[in-house]
């Protein structure tokens, strides 16, 4: 059964990075559309980048905008995100997701059948 695995998460004072991973264990031949969402205690999960397996143009969304690189490492099946100048309200659970559809790849969660469990990143003032 396909699993996405997250690790990197942790607690970072306000303006330190963090490198997020996602490892996949999703077998296929075509490419396919992974993405990190986050979700912060009483809030909706929100997208904050997505990308195509083996491509370089990835889509972010407002709250991955400028401090926020999306990455990947195909040979290792590994999904990456950079997080620098973190701030205390980007404290929430990331997850890695996957959509295997062919569709447009953004983040709409609702397009990804595959999740991970999170990891937990806390940004402390």
């Known amino acids: 059964q396909a699993e996405l695995v997250e690790s990197g998460g942790g607690s970072v004072q306000a303006g330190g990075s963090l490198k997020l991973s996602c490892l996949s264990s999703i077998k296929t031949a075509s490419s396919y559309c992974m993405a990190w969402f986050r979700q912060a205690p009483g809030k909706q999960r929100e997208g904050v980048a997505a990308i195509y397996t083996g491509s370089n143009n990835p889509y972010y969304a407002s709250s991955g905008k400028g401090r926020f690189t999306i990455s990947q490492d195909n040979d290792e099946n590994t999904l990456y995100l950079q997080m620098n100048s973190l701030k205390p309200e980007d404290t929430a659970v990331y997850y890695c997701?996957?959509?295997?559809?062919?569709?447009?790849?953004?983040?709409?969660?609702?397009?990804?059948?595959?999740w991970g469990r999170g990891t937990q990143v806390t940004v402390s003032s």
């Open positions: 997701a996957a959509d295997l559809t062919g569709g447009y790849c953004y983040t709409e969660p609702s397009n990804f059948g595959y």
